[in-house]
């Protein structure tokens, strides 16, 4: 498939800075396509469906994580930095997978999980030995209190203690996620070596950049202070769910230390010579906004990160989108984010927001037109629903540990859905390693990707008005205000003025029309909505996009 003439335009133009305003797609390949028959997804079958990526017009594709992992967390929990996992294939398929999206004219992103390996690691399993070993401070140690208890309360995401005891070195060592998962020690100069070398190692293959796993954990307090209790008021269930006593702590201590700043400016100086460029996750469900903004700001930081805000549980509404922004710009004028609705980790937000079509079309058309980037998880141009599996079926440790109040995150992780004529999909000759819901068949890329009234025509137009218009891309944004359900605000660039307004609700909405002579009505197709008399009338989850130039 050629590459889209609005996606070729724009690379050309932002060369230099070509990560600003991307639409980065995001592809779990366990779930994308099987080409061998064992039922999971792997690198060669990336490759051969390629084409739908660049179909859309997208800029750039982030892999989630392939490399050699015992699987504990489906390999968040890396074993070897430096090598594909046998169950993903080769770095020779790897290498044709990055030169097939070049060919395409899409950039690679790949996962770096830096803040902690497998305990199956050559290097845990070195520093684990005893407390003299070369590697003995690679991980975070501690003694226990004199009672024997783990060294302070920090707990855990994936549940109890985030300490787990050692008998070889009457130690304990820290996991912020799983047992299996040992926190590396960013206060170690030779750790933070070695992960460099690792993003070194991938940027020689060709890759363009990285998503950073956990960012804000990279370092944790020397001092291993407890974490402060957290009130009830303040709590929220965006970075675990209500059930878990990890939302109870303030997490001041564990986490969002200040050396992680020098460690992320050593990073991007790698990262510079390669014109590469990194979207970091910020976990937090306190400071999300204002670390991204922390990690962002200036040209020796992190390009990109993206906290939850849009990933959260409640619907998002205009209100959320103006108090969202509001804040964004009080704590990083000049920082840039990310943008998404769905990931890997959060139900997929056509069931999380209760979403029919039309409304899966409008928050499309509004990512496309937000300032910052923007990242699409895979199915989310098919407009898939979460997964409902029995218990029997889930995979993921932390839904087990957690069910049935929480039931993880295997149901947004299920095969992506490329033709409708088996059932699994098209995605495997074999047995899915998760199901493939019956009714996702009849939302097949096979069906949908021709139908030009369908959700990825839509998709597909929303991301070459970004294109075609660099306000919307890289542009400033002011003016923003939620009038009921409508967001509406402005983008401009070099002469270029957008008035972008979004009913978020299945209600009719009429808005005073944006001031001024000269706008016109553009991208018809997804926000056709034009003013009369002074007002702009917008049908139920309809939009309006105006534009005019000095």
């Known amino acids: 498939m050629t590459e889209p003439e609005g996606a070729r335009q724009m690379r050309g133009r932002v060369a230099d800075e070509w990560w600003r305003g991307a639409v980065i797609y995001q592809i779990y390949p366990r779930s994308f396509q099987d080409s061998n028959g064992d039922g999971i997804g792997d690198l060669r079958g990336i490759t051969r469906r390629l084409g739908h990526v660049a179909g859309l017009g997208v800029d750039a594709i982030w892999i989630s994580p392939f490399f050699t992992s015992p699987m504990k967390d489906f390999g968040y929990d890396v074993s070897d930095y430096r090598d594909v996992d046998a169950m993903f294939g080769t770095l020779a398929d790897f290498d044709a997978l990055v030169a097939e999206a070049h060919r395409l004219g899409l950039k690679v992103m790949i996962d770096l999980v830096l803040s902690h390996s497998s305990d199956a ?18 991980y975070v140690w501690a003694d226990p209190k004199p009672d024997g208890t783990p060294p302070n309360n920090w707990l ?6 985030a300490w787990t005891w050692e008998a070889r070195r009457m130690q304990y060592y820290l996991h912020n996620f799983l047992a299996s998962q040992p926190d590396l020690n960013f206060h170690c100069e030779a750790v933070q070596e070695a992960l460099l070398d690792v993003a070194r190692f991938w940027l020689d293959r060709g890759v363009d950049g990285f998503r950073l796993d956990t960012i804000n954990f990279y370092f944790a307090d020397k001092l291993l202070r407890d974490n402060p209790a957290l009130p009830p008021e303040a709590r929220n269930d965006t970075i675990a769910p209500a059930v878990n006593p990890y939302n109870w ?37 306190q400071r999300g906004l204002e670390i991204m903004g922390e990690y962002t700001s200036g040209d020796d930081l992190m390009q990109m990160c993206y906290a939850f805000e849009f990933l959260a549980k409640d619907r998002l509404t205009a209100a959320r989108v103006a108090e969202t922004f509001a804040r964004l710009e009080k704590a990083a004028p000049d920082g840039w984010a990310c943008w998404a609705y769905s990931n890997h980790d959060v139900m997929r937000h056509a069931s999380r927001w209760g979403l029919d079509a039309a409304a899966m079309r409008a928050y499309a058309t509004l990512l496309m037109c937000l300032r910052g980037s923007a990242c699409i998880y895979q199915g989310e141009e098919l407009g898939l629903s979460e997964a409902e599996l029995a218990l029997e079926d889930l995979r993921d440790p932390y839904g087990i540990e957690f069910w049935p109040e929480f039931k993880g995150r295997d149901g947004c992780r299920t095969p992506m859905v490329w033709d409708r004529d088996n059932a699994s999909g ?125």
């Open 121 to 138: 690691h050559p290097w845990f399993r070195e520093s684990r030995r005893d407390r003299t070993n070369p590697r003995a401070a690679w």
């Open 426 to 550: 098209g995605f495997t000759t074999g047995k899915p390693w998760l199901p493939v819901p019956a009714e996702h068949l009849g939302h097949a890329a096979a069906v949908l990707d021709a139908d030009p009234g369908a959700l990825p025509a839509h998709y597909r137009a929303a991301i070459a008005l970004r294109h075609a218009h660099p306000a919307l891309a890289r542009g400033e944004q002011h003016d923003m205000d939620a009038l009921g359900d409508v967001i509406r605000f402005r983008r401009s660039l070099a002469g270029e003025e957008i008035f972008v307004a979004v009913n978020l609700s299945d209600t009719d909405a009429v808005i005073t029309a944006p001031g001024g002579d000269g706008w016109r009505v553009i991208a018809t197709a997804i926000g056709g909505a034009a003013p009369a008399a002074g007002e702009i009338a917008l049908a139920p989850w309809g939009a309006a996009i105006l534009a005019r130039n000095d």
């Open 156 to 161: 855990s995401i994936f549940g109890g203690s």
């Open 249 to 285: 702590q303030e997490h001041i201590h564990s986490k969002n230390q200040p050396e992680n700043l020098g460690f992320l400016r050593r990073l991007r100086a790698v990262m510079d010579p390669y014109d590469a460029a990194a979207v970091g996750e910020v976990g937090d469900a």
